[in-house]
């Protein structure tokens, strides 16, 4: 008779750090159409740049670290980090914020620290945080969703507006930023927390057509698009699911109870989940394995603080959206939650018996 040997049911075939990249850009391709779709060429005239620029960055720091290239090139974690900056920047920003961000986070945040797997903080949320302090009126330059724009931008224009700061026909940033209703673009959260500042109240504000009919006009449907993509993740098993429920649910919680207390004072748990960066984080930001925790227990703390300091910050703090600052805290607590989190070694607790010594 012949002897089957088979590997055990527990060891499983890891997937390669190449492949699972890969999967999480596929991912994102829903969130980035819906960008696309509501507020045009932008954003992936930025993606191209910020790949572009990640590639090169990564190309020299490997060779100044006499790196293999090889492996390190196409594992895919650089375009993941320029994919991440992309999508988070304003569409209309210079094309020089992108090529600086994207150099800082390649450069400075990942390979300064040793690479990938060695990063203490998320790359792409260091840089955006980065630009958003050292540049904050380019950071800030929010386009008006397609339909309510004065000016038609096209590709070209677009183009010619990140390179230049005018489109072809001379139309200035901040002419192409005015709405239909002659008032300056921003975001839905920012133009929500700037009229409670103002003393209006969260129903005078929605009156805005920026929020349209569902809370925050396209930027409902970017979240959603990457919510579809974050459950195509989990579907395949490349994040735990975890991390995103526990940061969305702690952001239901923080903001469930302060509108019940004061509804004309703030959003609705809705409003939170759908405006700004809400899915991105959850899906995609939060999961990274390298700056998160690591134990499920930890994930579920480091994310609940996540979504507990969008809320603060948001509620609280000078800007509205807050997605990467909490990333950068929650990065920097990350290794306390660890080592009050992480999972005891088996027969840590078995106690021993004590040997009892024969008195004479």
């Known amino acids: 008779m012949a002897f089957w040997i088979a590997s055990s049911p527990h060891n499983h075939i890891q997937s390669k750090t190449s492949a699972i990249m890969r999967l999480v850009m596929y991912a994102a391709i829903p969130g980035i159409l819906a960008q696309w779709y509501f507020f045009g060429w932008g954003n992936l005239i930025h993606l191209a740049i910020a790949m572009s620029t990640a590639v090169a960055a990564e190309f020299f720091a490997l060779s100044l670290r006499n790196k293999k290239m090889k492996n390190q090139m196409l594992d895919g974690s650089a375009l993941l980090t320029a994919l991440l900056l992309a999508v988070s920047l304003p569409a209309l920003a210079p094309w020089w914020v992108?090529?600086?961000?994207?150099?800082?986070?390649?450069?400075?945040?990942?390979q300064l620290y040793g690479g990938i797997g060695h990063n203490p903080f998320n790359p792409a949320m260091a840089a955006y945080v980065m630009l958003l302090v050292s540049f904050p009126i380019q950071?800030?330059?929010?386009?008006?969703?397609?339909?309510?724009?004065?000016?038609?931008?096209?590709?070209?224009?677009?183009?010619?507006?990140?390179?230049?700061?005018?489109?072809?026909?001379?139309?200035s940033i901040e002419q192409l930023r005015m709405q239909v209703d002659g008032f300056t673009m921003a975001t839905p959260l920012?133009?929500?927390?700037?009229?409670?500042?103002?003393?209006?109240?969260?129903?005078?504000?929605?009156?805005?057509?920026?929020?349209?009919e569902h809370?925050?006009?396209?930027?409902?449907?970017?979240?959603?698009?990457?919510?579809?993509?974050?459950?195509?993740?989990?579907?395949?098993?490349?994040?735990?699911?975890?991390?995103?429920?526990?940061?969305?649910?702690?952001?239901?919680?923080?903001?469930?109870?302060?509108?019940?207390?004061?509804?004309?004072?703030?959003?609705?748990?809705?409003?939170?989940?759908?405006?700004?960066?809400?899915?991105?984080?959850?899906?995609?930001?939060?999961?990274?394995p390298v700056s998160g925790a690591t134990?499920?227990?930890?994930?579920?703390?480091?994310?609940?603080?996540?979504?507990?300091?969008?809320?603060?910050?948001?509620?609280?703090?000078?800007?509205?959206?807050?997605?990467?600052?909490?990333?950068?805290l929650c990065n920097m607590a990350a290794p306390l939650i660890d080592q009050y989190t992480r999972p005891r070694t088996y027969g840590h607790n078995v106690k021993t018996p004590k040997v009892q010594e024969n008195k004479q």
């Open 295 to 328: 134990s499920t227990k930890g994930r579920i703390i480091f994310a609940a603080l996540a979504g507990f300091l969008v809320f603060i910050i948001r509620k609280f703090g000078g800007y509205p959206d807050a997605v990467a600052f909490a990333v950068l």
């Open 98 to 110: 992108t090529v600086l961000g994207t150099l800082f986070a390649i450069l400075i945040v990942k």
């Open 139 to 171: 950071m800030t330059s929010w386009q008006p969703p397609l339909a309510l724009m004065t000016v038609e931008l096209d590709f070209i224009n677009t183009v010619w507006a990140i390179l230049t700061g005018f489109t072809l026909d001379g139309y």
């Open 190 to 212: 920012d133009t929500l927390k700037t009229d409670l500042t103002l003393g209006l109240t969260t129903t005078e504000s929605f009156e805005n057509p920026l929020f349209g």
């Open 215 to 288: 809370l925050a006009y396209g930027w409902e449907w970017i979240n959603l698009g990457f919510l579809l993509g974050g459950i195509y993740l989990i579907f395949k098993k490349a994040i735990d699911w975890v991390t995103p429920f526990s940061f969305l649910m702690s952001i239901l919680v923080c903001t469930f109870i302060a509108y019940s207390i004061t509804p004309d004072g703030n959003a609705s748990s809705l409003f939170h989940w759908l405006a700004g960066g809400s899915m991105l984080a959850a899906f995609f930001i939060l999961t990274d």
